[in-house]
Structures are given as C-alpha cells and as structure tokens.
C-alpha cells in the first residue's frame, strides 16, 4: 500500500548543508485567494555529521517565549557553530500564532491534541500530519516549548517523560537539569496523551523534551533568558552546538512530578476566582486552593475549591473570569523514582 503524501511543502531544502530559510506552503483556497498556501517559517541549519534536532514552538499560538526564544536563536546561530543539524519551526500553529490564539481560527484545531493527524484534513491536521510524518521522521531529538497561553501561568519549568529504563531517565533527569529553569517536571504518561507530540515524537523513536516557560499572555525577561540559555545549553551537551560555544553554568533546578488527576484542580462552578496562594506554594490535601465568586448572585457564599493533594503550585489560572470545569492550578510533588 502507497504511503499518503502531504500537501504541504517546504521551499527549504532539509538535506542540503547551510543556513536556510523560507517557508512550508501549506495549499488554502479561501474566497480571498483562490489559489493560496498559509506561510509557515521554517530554517535549517546543517553542517557535516551530528544529532539532528527539531526546535518547535507555537504549537499554540498565544505562547510566546518559545516563539520569541527560537526566532532569537536562528537569528544568533550560524552554520560554523553547529555540528549536525538544527530544524527550528518556531510558529507550528501558524494561524493560531498570527491570531496570537491557542486555537487555530481557521478550523479551531488544537495543534497538540491532533496528532498524527491526516495529510488531507483539516489545516491543523494536515501540519500535525506533516510534522509527525515528515520533520519528525528525519530527527534525533525534538524540544517542544511551550507556556500557560493566555489563561495559565508557569514557574518556567523544563519536562520530560516518565521511563522505566533507569538509564534513559538518568538522560532526561540531565538534560532538564542542563535547561537551568527553576523548575522541572517529570510526566506520567496517560492514556490520553497518544494526540499529543510527545506522542507522534515515540511513534518516530525520537526522544522528546518539553517546557513550560511562563503564560499569562506576555513575557518576562527571565523567561525568555531561560528559553534562549537552556536551549543552547542543550544543544551544546548533545553536540549539536559547538562547544567553542560558551553558555553560563545552569541555575538549580527543582525536579518536581506530575502523576494523574489529583494533581489538578478545577473550578466547581462559574464565576470570578480568586486565588488564596501563589505559585511556588507548598500546599496540603484538603487546603483551600481559591473561591469562586457570583456575580449575578453577590449574596451567595463563594464556592470553593481545594487541593486534592499535597505539592507545589507549579501552574496557576490567570483569567479571573471562569467556567466550571475551568483548570485553576497544577502541583508538582517531589520527583520520586
């Protein structure tokens, strides 16, 4: 059976050495341009033999130290500097990037939630195809920087994935370490993740790493130090970068886990929230976590929310405005093996 072929292509020539740049065409025939494609920027950096890596980010498109931090960093490197080659798609989700949304407006697709995909969907469908079956296809490793969007907000924070293979989470332990954020994250896989790129990175044997650096909408200085310093720092230690390269030694980092639901907590009601503690709180099962206020019925008593679990705030809600079933913060706890 013939394998299905994108309709996306790229102006950029991936297996060619030296510093490209362009765009990957995906075809969109709208009532504005019959024959139209949506420009999604993508570079490659490549030179002799080395680790292939994908720098992705944007793949929801109101985050935006990945976006700022990756486009910093093509415009930083250049071809002598690296050994192997760098892909940097710093706006997957163009469409939702341009709108500045965490959805696409043409289609309302959550790039992250799509995988694998369908070469002839939706235009969310078809990146996540082409990006699963095509860039992911031809890399070692892959970094997928994100943040809170507009709603939450992170301690800037690197990931990784839970594994069994002692040796393996030894590697990632390092590597988030080596990222320098205040913070890190270790992920238990759940069964829901198989849409996602850490997903679409296992299916193509790529090894997957991830961060949560900031939200809220905007962007402060330290997060995006950390996003630029953390991936070069990366980078560097996989051999991809030169190490004639020099980049700080990395900050302590607190490697945290997230383990399932109960790490979570959601608003009970709609409504106007009010948080009772911060990011970076240490916090007990059963501890007030936030009221949610009613503004069409001031009279009543706020409803409120309570962790689930002891931890640390690591994600806090941002909007004060919220829906029941709204996420209004995610603890980590203390890495255990």
């Known amino acids: 059976m013939t394998k299905p072929s994108s309709r996306i292509s790229s102006e950029i020539p991936f ?9 990957l065409r995906l075809p969109h025939s709208i009532h504005r ?7 999604i920027p993508v570079a490659s950096i490549k030179n002799g033999k080395g680790p292939t890596v994908l720098l992705m980010a944007g793949n929801h498109g109101d985050e935006y130290e990945g976006q700022i931090g990756l486009s910093t960093l093509l415009r930083m490197i250049e071809v002598q500097d690296v050994q192997g080659q760098i892909i940097f798609l710093p706006s997957a989700n163009f469409p939702a990037a341009a709108a500045g949304m965490r959805t696409s407006p043409i289609d309302e697709g959550n790039l992250n939630r799509l995988f694998p995909g369908d070469p002839n969907g939706t235009v969310t469908q078809q990146m996540a195809w082409y990006i699963e079956n095509v860039l992911l296809a031809q890399v070692d490793y892959v970094f997928d920087l994100h943040s809170g969007g507009s709603s939450l907000m992170y301690i800037p924070s690197a990931g990784c994935r ?13 590597i988030v370490r080596l990222f320098g954020a205040p913070a890190a994250y270790v992920l238990d896989s759940q069964s829901s993740d198989s849409c996602t790129l850490a997903a679409a990175a296992a299916r193509q044997n790529v090894i997957h790493y991830g961060a949560e650096l900031g939200g809220g909408g905007t962007l402060s200085p330290q997060a995006l130090r950390v996003t630029i310093d953390g991936t070069r720092r990366v980078l560097k230690h996989l051999g991809v970068l030169s190490r004639a390269i020099n980049v700080d030694e990395p900050s302590p980092t607190q490697i945290l886990q997230v383990r399932g639901a109960d790490y979570f907590v959601y608003a009970p009601d709609s409504g106007m929230f009010e948080p009772t503690v911060e990011l970076g709180d240490s916090v007990q099962a059963g501890q007030m976590a936030g009221r949610i206020h009613f503004f069409d019925t001031p009279w009543r008593e706020p409803s409120v929310a309570v962790f689930k679990r002891s ?23 203390p890495f255990e093996r």
């Not at 839970?162 to 390092?174: F, I, T, V």
């Not at 931890?311 to 706890?333: N, P, Q, S, W, Y």
Request: negative net charge.
């Open 15 to 23: 297996d060619q050495e030296g510093k490209h740049v362009g765009f």
């Open 162 to 174: 839970r594994s069994d293979d002692p040796n393996r989470m030894d590697q990632a332990l390092e």
């Open 311 to 333: 931890g640390i705030v690591l994600c806090k809600r941002m909007m004060c405005r919220t829906e029941r079933g709204d996420c209004l913060f995610h603890l980590g706890a």
């Open 33 to 39: 341009s019959a024959y139209g494609w949506i420009p």
